[in-house]
């Protein structure tokens, strides 16, 4: 049976649609691209990390200088995560307690504190419109216990958060962990949605997982919320056949770094399915990289010229296929949309399904295989091909 569902999020600076994807812009910046290519490629809501800006350039200085909206000049909902994925990423840097989280800074070693009440007061300075509660995210490897003891951990953080909200204009959502065992995210789903959030996300996943796992964990909360009307959120799931499976279990919301980050390592996502920059084959081809694609990249540059940047290393092609990616996603979501509208919906699964789920021989495909992690800046990897060039 299929939970998917139209709905909107109402905030104070605009109306979402849902099912919707949220670009990732960790530190108030989608990586190469501009709050007004963003605005031409659909964007309605943005992610940013309660953790980062509160390094760099800290909270206070962004609280001094307008907020968040105006510092990073996006007049549009903002989504900041609280600083929950860090506490997993950023393993070899932390220590965990009942009462929060010690992080070394990944920037000069220094002990920073967060907590769910300082998680709260970082993003009320930010001035978000959705604030996430801090949570304890563990890796799908680990064990029961561990997991029993991250997840009864967040749900004692989570009833922290509330208390220690201020602003009655920023909602907060409340996070669902258990990882992939099917009793604890059961047991994750009723404590959560037991508690005043304005909406609910759904953590955990997306941290190396196989898809079937995936939508296995998606089942048994949708089976718990089935009658609960409030936003749900996917955390840190972008790939393309990815969402119909989790909006077919009732999820409106999703934010991944992997549009842009494939973006970077020059795999387009397109109308007929993947096209990778590095194929030889293109440095000839004239053709926009999707004739059925209406953004400024497939409006005005060919193949052969991406392929060149690509192959020159230069950073243009980081904003062109960027801008190109996030299109192909927002447009997919618009297509979702219409599609759960009109009866197309299943048409359009089948054909996307195809063409993506199918496996591949890129190490950054999106095909069969672990789930992408969702982070851009803590991925040691993502920090050595950044500076490549």
Not at 75 to 80: A, F, N, Q, S, Y
Not at 128 to 146: K, P, T
Not at 194 to 215: D, H, N, Q, R, W
Not at 372 to 387: H, N, P
Request: one cysteine or more.
């Amino acid at each position: 049976m299929s939970r998917a569902r139209l709905g909107s999020l109402e905030t104070a600076h605009g109306t979402v649609d849902t099912p919707q994807f949220m670009p990732v812009g960790t530190q108030a910046s989608v990586k190469g691209v501009t709050p007004t290519d963003l605005q031409a490629t659909g964007t309605q809501i943005l992610l940013a990390n309660t953790y980062h800006l509160s390094l760099r350039p800290g909270e206070d200085r962004i609280a001094r200088l307008g907020g968040l909206h105006r510092f990073m000049a996006w007049d549009g909902p903002i989504l900041t995560d609280s600083g929950g994925f860090q506490v997993f990423s950023l393993g070899h840097l932390r220590t965990v307690d009942d009462d929060g989280v010690t992080f070394a800074s990944h920037l000069d070693g220094s002990a920073q504190r967060l907590t769910p009440e300082r998680a709260i007061a970082i993003q009320e300075a930010l001035g978000s419109d959705i604030a996430m509660v801090l949570d304890h995210l563990v890796g799908s490897a680990g064990s029961v216990e561990g997991v029993r003891d991250a997840m009864e951990r967040t749900h004692r953080w989570a009833g922290r958060s509330l208390e220690a909200r201020r602003r009655s204009d920023q909602a907060v959502f409340g996070i669902v962990q258990g990882g992939t065992d099917r009793e604890l995210r059961a047991e994750s789903a009723r404590a959560i949605a037991a508690l005043p959030f304005e909406g609910i996300a759904i953590g955990g996943l997306s941290v190396g997982e196989s898809k079937a796992e995936m939508a296995d964990a998606l089942r048994v909360v949708a089976d718990v919320l089935a009658d609960d009307p409030r936003p749900r959120y996917l955390m840190g799931v972008g790939a393309p056949d990815d969402f119909f499976v989790a909006i077919e279990h009732g999820v409106d919301v999703f934010d991944c770094v992997l549009p842009t980050r494939l973006a970077r390592h020059g795999q387009l996502w397109t109308s007929g399915g993947r096209l990778r920059l590095g194929n030889a084959g293109l440095q000839d081809d004239p053709r926009p990289v999707d004739d059925a694609c209406g953004c400024e990249t497939c409006r005005d540059y060919s193949r052969a010229y991406l392929a060149h940047l690509f192959r020159a290393g230069e950073l243009l092609v980081h904003r062109l296929t960027s801008v190109h990616n996030l299109t192909y996603t927002l447009d997919l979501m618009r297509a979702i949309r219409q599609g759960l509208r009109d009866g197309g919906y299943q048409a359009l699964r089948d054909r996307v399904t195809s063409q993506f789920a199918a496996p591949s021989d890129d190490p950054q495909s999106t095909g069969n295989g672990p789930i992408q992690a969702r982070s851009e800046t803590d991925a040691a990897s993502d920090f050595r091909l950044e500076s490549e060039g």
